[in-house]
């Protein structure tokens, strides 16, 4: 068997966490699905101020491509890129977190190498085989993965960031990527432009749902909550579609996972969709004026209140403390 | 235009899905069946393109059991124009890819539209891997989507991490619906009536030539770890006091 390779995601001139943990799920299949070094892929239009953090964390080798065609990791030169990298390096494994990048990139990576492709990891057992979630959450799969190649996709939230350690080699593959004649263009981003913590980063998260009623209500009766806190802000899929806040902050089964030591809901309701997203947090608290509310149910404490008036005490007695 | 729509047929999102005591599937008994909700989409959007004034033929397909044909009518219901069903085993990403790559030779679509995500599996792979297959490009994840250039192009806006992103992708392409591209419609009666007479086709899969063989085995299944909660507090106080001293995080 040969290498693990793990997709190094970059943006900002920075690595997320997130592909510190994707380091930690390979060195996992290292150990119990045939072996091998764990490698990273650093690919882009230029990567030269990466490779530093790059080669910190944990890995045995950092292998770079650079071409002017990588620059926004379009899924197609992206899985290319990562084939490319794979084949120089000996890697038959490709580790993944499962960021929207992530998901965009491993299936057509999968499909280019001719892989076994499992998404949203959340365990690997000894035996190979791995876990994952089914059914927003309401069942776990124990899943064979067929053939000597395998590209997997892992929570964020199931394996730990690896700490940084060591200084890897960089090592450039000589491969030539270019853009397809029907390459897609990139137009524009628009970013979501926040000083909170990353959402699923955060030690702590106050989540908002159709309970706040309008996008003011977040700012003016949540957002105080939040950074009293020092949290990052979540929502509902309710609260993303009338418009109260913006896409990315959805939790859900549809949206981003997280596990902070404290969730506190406000004024959601908790439909399996939503706990998928957020079950496995430490503490979950949470607000709502209907007592059968179902999140009360996995909620470790739950306030039976009008959000307009507990959240502005919580936040003014939290301030205090 | 011609738009291929590959759906698929899950258990409706608001069933209570229960692991069986044998561990190898769920609990069918009560489970209602429904097109899967970002499959709903994508028909919508290619219903909303063809009232657009675009002229087009919208093809549905699902790869599955006869029982799938329930989920075809409501697409025809809905306002699609023909339907295919290949039978084959629906639950393998790699299985279903390689089927709709060899019904695209076919058809010869000029865009295909299709769930990002489907609710049983929650795999999301399928679209991307076809991508790959047949070498198109790929719009994942939109909440936008708008031709441009003569139906050459499609400008397309992506959920993605951080916010939203603009590309534009040359067609053909393969394009995959979020929960936030459209609301999709309800049958009308008379959209049910017409769908009756619509054309239903069933391919037998290993007529089309395709590889059958699954690259994943789902071994078993098991029911989620329980998380206890439900106590209750009687006020912020008690709420903050509680965080503070038995929790420990605040
Ligand atoms: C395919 C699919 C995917 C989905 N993916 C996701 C996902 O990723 N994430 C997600 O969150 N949802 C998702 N959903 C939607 C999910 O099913 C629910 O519809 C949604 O989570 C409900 O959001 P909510 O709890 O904010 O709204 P509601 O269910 O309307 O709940 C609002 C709550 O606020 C409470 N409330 C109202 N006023 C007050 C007040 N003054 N004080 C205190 N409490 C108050 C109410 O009692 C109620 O419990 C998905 C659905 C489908 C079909
Ligand atoms: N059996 C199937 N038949 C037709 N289309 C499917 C099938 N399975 C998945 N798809 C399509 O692929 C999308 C993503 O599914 P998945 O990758 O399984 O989450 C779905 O929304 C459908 O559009």
Known sequence: ?321 | MKILVPVKRVPDAETTIKVNPEGNGIVEAGVKWVVNPFCEIAIEEALRIKESGVEAEIVLVTIGTSDSQEQLRTGLAMGADRAILVTADNSDPWVVARVLAKIIEKESPDVVIMGKQAIDDDSNVVGQLLAELIGWPQATFISEFKLEDGNAAATCVREIDGGLETIKVPLPAIITADLRLNEPRYASLPGIMKARKKPLEEIDAGSLGADLTPMLTVKSLTPPAERKGGRMVESVDELISVLQTEAKVL
Not at chain 1, 123 to 141: H, L, T, V, W
Request: hydrophobic residues 45%; glycine residues 10%.
């Open chain 1, 1 to 321: 068997m040969g290498n693990v390779l793990v997709y190094a995601e970059h943006a900002h001139g920075k690595l997320p966490k997130a592909t510190a943990v994707a380091v930690t799920a390979a060195k996992e299949a290292a150990a119990k699905m045939g072996g091998g070094d764990v490698i990273l892929g650093l690919f882009g239009s230029d990567v030269s101020g990466l490779t530093d953090a790059a080669g910190k964390l944990g890995v045995s080798k950092v292998a770079t491509l650079e071409s002017p065609a990588l620059e926004h990791h379009a899924a197609d030169v992206a899985a290319a890129a990562l084939k490319a990298i794979a084949e120089a390096t000996d890697c038959d494994r490709v580790v993944f977190a499962s960021t929207s990048k992530g998901k965009d990139i491993a299936p057509r990576l999968a499909g280019a190498m001719g892989a076994s492709i499992a998404t949203d990891v959340t365990g690997i057992n000894d035996d190979g085989s791995i876990e994952r979630p089914m059914y927003a959450g309401n069942a776990f799969a124990t899943v064979e993965m067929h053939g000597d190649k395998k590209v997997l996709t892992v929570r964020t939230t199931a394996f730990e960031a690896q700490a940084d350690e060591g200084s890897a080699a960089v090592e450039a593959v000589g491969a030539d990527i270019s853009a397809p004649a029907n390459a897609i263009q990139f137009v524009s981003v628009e970013e979501t432009k926040s000083d909170r913590p990353v959402l699923t980063e955060a030690e702590r998260v106050v989540a908002g749902g159709r309970g706040l009623k309008s996008g003011e209500n977040f700012t003016t009766v949540l957002e105080p909550l939040v950074d009293a806190l020092g949290a990052a802000m979540g929502a509902s899929r309710a609260a993303v579609d009338a418009g109260y806040v913006p896409n990315d902050l959805q939790v859900g089964q549809t949206g981003k996972v997280v596990a902070p030591t404290l969730y506190i809901a406000v004024g959601i309701s908790g439909a399996i969709q939503h706990l998928a997203g957020m079950k496995d947090s430490k503490v979950i608290a949470s607000i709502n004026k209907d007592p059968e509310a179902p999140i009360f149910q996995i909620s470790d404490f739950g306030l039976v209140a009008d959000l307009f008036e507990a959240v502005p005490e919580m936040t003014e007695k939290v301030k205090g403390l």
